[in-house]
């Protein structure tokens, strides 16, 4: 059964310009200018199409800007696409930006409490999940301080933690696998697996081709928002590291 569809999705954002010719000179023909910034627009999305399989681990690659982000978002719904169709079946949880919905005068027992709501658990669900939570963050100390007291990698480590135990359907993972120290990426790869063991579906963005070998069935390659390449870790990864090491993009498919 397909978890994740898309069918010649585009996204486009607007591309904003400097104004070279002169404030007054853009004022004075503010139509034109105004125009100007509609018309100028970044695809970062152009005609993609691809399948995730229900209980399939699949790993996005390619440079800064190729459109990794932004299907990631298209798939948890932050965004909308502008032409095709994007169809996914299932709870998604993203770890896109971990901590992004915390409040920062709240502690952290607080902050699990509000972030487990916001992601779709009641209160007593959370509440049961809690002790199980602060164990894997290793923050028992530390838990009714204000977040605003963490370290960035302590605001993660909570992050994280909240969002794998939300028994997603979809896990949705962008460049969060360095979280914390070694002995914390270490067990945040060791909870990767155990989803993937349990056939939840993963979509993982990652420029850390060994994460990408490691916990990913399938590989899709994207270079200026098209998909140029897409095939196991074994064909794929070897194809976009001789492509980074060169320092070219991909124009034509692989």
């Known amino acids: 059964m397909i978890a994740i569809r898309f069918d010649n999705v585009s996204k486009s954002y607007p591309r904003y310009l400097h104004v070279t010719r002169g404030l007054k000179a853009s004022l004075l023909s503010l139509s034109q200018t105004v125009r100007a910034f509609k018309q100028e627009k970044f695809l970062a999305l152009h005609s993609v199409s691809f399948e995730v399989e229900m209980g399939e681990s699949v790993g996005l690659v390619g440079p800064n800007g ?56 009641t209160r007593r669900e959370v509440t049961a999940k809690l002790h199980d939570i602060v164990a894997f963050s290793e923050l028992e100390e530390f838990l009714d301080q204000p977040v605003r007291t963490y370290s960035s990698g302590m605001v993660a480590r909570l992050g994280f933690s909240i969002a794998i135990h939300l028994d997603p359907d979809i896990l949705l993972i962008d460049e969060i696998l360095a979280v914390g120290d070694l002995h914390f990426q270490a067990k945040c790869r060791e909870k990767m697996k155990w989803f993937k063991n349990r056939k939840t579906t993963i979509v993982l963005v990652s420029h850390s081709t060994s994460d990408i070998r490691e916990l990913c069935d399938r590989v899709l390659w994207l270079d200026h928002g098209k998909l140029v390449g897409e095939g196991t870790p074994n064909e794929i990864v070897p194809l976009y590291e001789k492509s980074q090491l060169v320092g070219n993009s991909v124009t034509a498919g692989v």
């Not at 032409?83 to 709870?91: C, E, L, M, S």
């Not at 949880?93 to 901590?99: I, N, V």
């Open 66 to 121: 190729s459109g990794k982000s932004t299907t990631l978002a298209l798939i948890a719904g932050v965004l909308q696409a502008e032409a095709g169709r994007v169809n996914v079946r299932g709870h998604v949880c993203p770890l896109l930006e971990l901590g992004a919905g915390f409040h920062y005068d709240l502690t952290g027992r607080e902050n699990i409490v509000l972030n487990g709501i916001l992601l779709g658990l």
